[in-house]
């Protein structure tokens, strides 16, 4: 079992930058395909970037070069920088963990297949 803390969600104004982390209760990095998930109100859950065991990275076009995910496996710890925000950024962002497979699938961005999720942290962008 893996339990998934994020932490650093909040409310800034367009343009501004915020940093997600998420903390797992065990060493994950080199098991399991690491991920950032959102919801936006009315919405499905999509995909946001995903991290594998070597640092190979993958995002969703919508939050290409403004998001950069990374981990640091000493500490357990998965991070999201968000820069450049926009209003259609808010969301509830989760952590999630999967199979490492996943990180090598075309699907990472649906929300099924997840195995393990955080809380969530909430994230609002004002224009």
């Known amino acids: 079992q893996v339990q998934l803390v994020e932490s650093g969600g909040g409310s800034v104004q367009a343009g501004g930058s915020l940093k997600l982390s998420c903390a797992a209760s065990t060493y994950t990095y080199s098991q399991y395909c690491m991920g950032w998930v959102r919801q936006a109100p009315g919405k499905e859950r999509e995909g946001v970037a995903i991290?594998?065991?070597?640092?190979?990275?993958a995002y969703a076009d919508s939050v290409k070069g403004r998001f950069t995910i990374s981990q640091d496996n000493a500490k357990n710890t998965l991070y999201l920088q968000m820069n450049s925000l926009k209003p259609e950024d808010k969301a509830m962002y989760y952590c999630?963990?999967?199979?490492?497979?996943?990180?090598?699938?075309?699907?990472?961005?649906?929300?099924?297949?997840?195995?393990?999720w955080g809380q969530g942290t909430q994230v609002t962008v004002s224009s």
């Open positions: 999630a963990a999967a199979p490492l497979i996943r990180c090598y699938s075309g699907s990472w961005s649906l929300p099924e297949g997840w195995n393990y």
């Open positions: 991290i594998d065991k070597n640092g190979g990275t």
